[in-house]
């Protein structure tokens, strides 16, 4: 059972906007890795439409199926594609310049899940870097409740299944915001997309779109990613990257301490950030293994959901 009954509070900043400043004074070549990522818009709209073609193929298949093929192959595009959108919340896709076009790109990129997402992420993705481990500001941070009642090795499995209806309820108990026109945009168009795929192919190919993002954001190998990320594996360091072969298939997004601490810079680019400063990097602790990190956290004692950094953030003026 976790001994530990609280997160981990530090009085610090968050150590990310410090290394950067050191980084860039030292390497301002890196500079020149900003900006958009051109490959980005064709990768996401292959497999959008070869999830497409996928609603096509199963629509025939018996349940035993639908639910094999949603986990093994139509779940791992859709998680992929989820990791697009954190990218595309960065306005990788367009630049800054073109906000809405990147906008409106991550709703294409989102239909493929089956539920309204992208527009929320953005909405939240954004305090998550800004207030790190704040207390109330960053919703990545389970709640008290979690930490205290999944603290067993079965609860802490069941926790992992869980992950995806963490990650939608736990903002509106955390920070609940208004609904922006974005996100009613976002849900209109996604469940437009829906029904036409009901009404053309029937009701496996909808199921087969949205099993496999609940299977596939919960107890899967691709979603080591979301304990490697931030969980306190070691006491004093609240980001891991992961350099392994799963980076294939997640736009990166293992180059977590990179990505914190040039979140601008597309997850394509990020390898090239980790070689050119690697004296920053090198040494500090990473995970060799998404498997062995959800291994570990399910069966050590000491890590559990409150094994986390929290932190007092002052809320930042909006300019």
């Known amino acids: 059972r976790v001994t530990r009954d609280d997160f981990q509070w530090v009085y610090t900043e968050q150590p990310h906007t ?122 990545d941070i389970p709640t008290d409740f979690e930490g205290w009642f999944f603290c067993t090795p079965l609860r802490k499995l069941l926790w992992l299944i869980l992950q995806p209806l963490f990650y939608s309820l736990r903002p509106l108990y955390v920070n609940p915001k208004a609904i922006t026109q974005m996100e009613i945009l976002n849900a209109l168009v996604q469940f437009s997309i829906d029904l036409i795929i009901y ?33 306190m594996f070691l006491k004093g360091y609240e980001t891991y990257s992961y350099y392994g072969p799963l980076n294939w298939l997640t736009f990166n997004v293992g180059y977590h301490m990179e990505h914190h601490d040039f979140p601008s810079i597309p997850g394509c680019r990020l390898p090239m950030v980790k070689k050119i400063a690697a004296e920053y990097y090198d040494n500090l602790p990473h995970h060799q293994s998404w498997i062995r990190v959800l291994w570990d956290f399910v069966f050590d004692d000491t890590l559990g959901p409150y094994s986390r950094v929290k932190r007092l953030c002052k809320l930042a003026k909006e300019s």
């Open 18 to 139: 410090q290394r950067r400043k050191e980084i860039l004074a030292k390497y301002p070549e890196i500079k020149a890795l900003m900006g958009p990522d051109p490959h980005l818009k064709w990768i996401v709209s292959g497999m959008v439409f070869t999830q497409l073609l996928a609603c096509y193929l199963v629509k025939d298949l018996s349940w035993k199926w639908i639910f094999f093929w949603a986990y093994a192959f139509g779940g791992c595009i859709n998680h992929s594609l989820t990791l697009a959108i954190h990218d595309i919340s960065h306005n990788v896709a367009f630049g800054n310049k073109q906000a809405k076009w990147n906008r409106w790109f991550a709703v294409f990129a989102n239909l493929p899940i089956g539920i309204p997402y992208s527009a929320s992420f953005k909405k939240y993705h954004i305090d998550h870097h800004r207030y790190l481990g704040g207390d109330g500001l960053d919703v």
């Open 199 to 231: 009404y053309l192919w029937g009701l496996k190919p909808v199921i087969y779109l949205i099993a496999g993002t609940i299977l596939c954001l919960g107890f899967h190998p691709i979603s080591g990613h979301f304990i490697a990320e931030h969980y």
